[in-house]
């Protein structure tokens, strides 16, 4: 997951990809992502907001959740791990180290079906603190964005480019 991870702030930006690797969910947008051999690793889907926080999530292909979080305050080494809050009210917090992927975005893996993720899903404001900031979060369409991410992952689980 980390090395699909590490090139997910450049997603956006990324060259022309067939039309079968990308979807969009609302305002989040997503794509499948392939390796040097052309195997599917994982699938990526942001909200992206340049001038703010972004938020976004990845999945593998062995169905592995992080979530992205990557906002401009933030000056960060990638590669380096940071310890992470992730915190719902009514919902019993998670500590986790999260990997630093890019000078201004952290990958926190998350338990996928677990009472956080269902209701980060719901729409549930919520917060992420790093020891740089605190982050307090609700973005619109989480659910969906969430859904078609798995359904992205299903669809291309087990194919490389060559099948598609």
Not at 49 to 69: A, K, Q, R, Y
Not at 116 to 140: H, M, P
Request: glycine share 12%; aromatic share 6%; proline share 5%.
């Amino acid at each position: 997951m980390r090395l699909w991870a590490l090139t997910y702030l450049g997603l956006m930006l990324a060259a022309a990809t067939p039309a079968g690797d990308t979807f969009q969910a609302g305002d989040w947008k997503g794509r499948a992502n392939f390796n040097d051999q052309g195997d599917f690793t994982d699938c990526t889907v942001l909200l992206p907001d340049p001038e703010n926080t972004t938020l976004g999530f990845v999945m593998t292909s062995g169905s592995d959740l992080g979530m992205l979080i990557a906002d401009p305050v933030l000056k960060l080494k990638p590669g380096q791990g940071r310890p992470t809050l992730v915190h719902v009210e009514g919902v019993d917090s998670l500590a986790a180290m999260a990997d630093v992927v890019a000078d201004n975005g952290i990958l926190i893996p998350l338990e996928g079906g677990g009472p956080l993720v269902r209701a980060i899903s719901e729409g549930q404001e919520f917060r992420v603190t790093v020891r740089e900031k605190e982050f307090t979060l609700k973005r619109s369409g989480t659910g969906k964005a969430l859904e078609a991410l798995k359904a992205c992952v299903e669809s291309h689980r087990g194919k490389s480019r060559i099948d598609l």
